[in-house]
């Protein structure tokens, strides 16, 4: 009797220590994180010449601009979003680079 116990004790601390092993094999991840969500920024304005509010929202994880207008009774989005890597990739419109002039000196 005191042989099959002894066994049994014997097989139960193989299976805790190959369990305690197993741990330390696999790779720590954190399975729970999603993906981050984009940051926003928002700017309230005005509309020249008209009632209208306007906010403009930045998103600067995708480097996006839009904006949303609500003229007292709707919301409407502008589509489509403007890409702001294209704007600055391009630069100012009838920027050439052709100055000629040289640097500016200050007074």
Do not use: C, H
Not at 34 to 47: C, E, Q, W
Not at 75 to 81: E, G, L, N, Q, R
Not at 102 to 107: A, H, Y
């Amino acid at each position: 009797m005191r042989s099959k116990l002894v066994w049994a004790l014997v097989a139960l601390n193989v299976l805790l220590a190959a369990a305690l092993v197993g741990q330390f094999l696999r790779p720590n991840t954190a399975l729970a994180q999603a993906p981050r969500a984009s940051d926003y920024l928002m700017i309230s304005g005005d509309v020249t010449a008209s009632q209208a509010q306007i906010v403009y929202i930045i998103d600067t994880e995708n480097d996006l601009l839009s904006a949303r207008l609500f003229n007292g009774k709707e919301t409407v989005d502008m589509k489509p979003a403007i890409s702001l890597r294209r704007v600055f990739s391009e630069g100012a419109p009838g920027n050439t680079g052709n100055d000629t002039r040289g640097p500016r000196r200050g007074r």
